[in-house]
């Protein structure tokens, strides 16, 4: 089963994103179903598919559901690009294509997916480590570093919420590196930091701002690895 799983990914991998340039996506977004590139991007998605599949042509059935299929969706997403959000609409895309996948793979090789792995003690340990990690540590750090306002706070240089995503980023980096046991790559990671921040923090009237910097780093990066240690103990004690 894993083996139809990865030829299929691959053969969705290179139809959707190394063999259609960016000339049959104007095209298709310009002329739907007209476009021709609609359909070479369908009969790259064929030929990969035969090829990937080493021209089983008990598969046939199988290609030509995904390709026509692909297309349909990709029709679908062409009339709501402009009307819904253009990640929500990606993500979606994308999620529609790989579930034709998972209903192929299961064509071929029936499986049973076991929600009660799902619901286990330690699934269910990960899932609150990462919302830990993410949305309950970004609001303690907002709480913490309220506490000071820097005009920089208020620049417009800066892009939306890049500080909040920089720090959901590093704290899941670091949850990673500590279940690795990679504790120099934390290191590394605080040193790449320091040397991006390196023309913020040499600014001769930016005391402040230093500490400020250096305050919010350490606790996030306190944070998370408070939380990847407690995970580890609680994981050892299960």
């Not at 997403?77 to 990606?90: C, D, P, Y």
């Not at 480590?129 to 005009?151: C, D, H, N, P, Q």
Request: glycine letters at 6%; aromatic letters at 12%.
């Amino acid at each position: 089963m894993m083996n139809l799983i990865i030829k299929l990914l691959v053969a969705h991998v290179i139809g959707d994103f190394v063999l259609q340039p960016n000339s049959w996506v104007e095209s298709k977004k310009n002329k739907t179903f007209k476009s021709k590139h609609l359909y070479l991007h369908g009969l790259v998605h064929f030929i990969a598919l035969l090829v990937l599949l080493q021209f089983n042509w008990s598969y046939l059935g199988s290609i030509i559901l995904i390709v026509v299929s692909h297309l349909i969706i990709d029709l679908v997403k062409l009339k709501l690009e402009g009307h819904v959000n253009s990640r929500v609409l990606f993500s979606l895309d994308q999620i529609l294509h790989l579930g034709v996948i998972g209903i192929v793979v299961y064509m071929h090789t029936p499986y049973v997916i076991e929600f009660n792995k799902i619901y286990s003690t330690e699934a269910l340990l990960f899932v609150l480590a990462l919302l830990t990690l993410t949305f309950v540590s970004s609001i303690i750090m907002k709480i913490i570093m309220g506490k000071w306002i820097l005009e920089e706070d208020k620049s417009e240089d800066s892009l939306e919420s890049a500080g909040k995503y920089i720090g959901i980023l590093e704290r899941l980096f670091v949850f990673g590196f500590i279940l690795l046991n990679q504790w120099s790559a934390i290191g590394l990671l605080i040193a790449a930091k320091s040397v991006f921040r390196f023309g913020d923090l040499s600014r001769a009237k930016d005391r402040k701002l230093t500490e400020y910097i250096l305050i919010g780093t350490l606790i996030s990066f306190g944070l998370a690895i408070s939380i990847g240690l407690l995970y580890l103990y609680i994981v050892d004690n299960l």
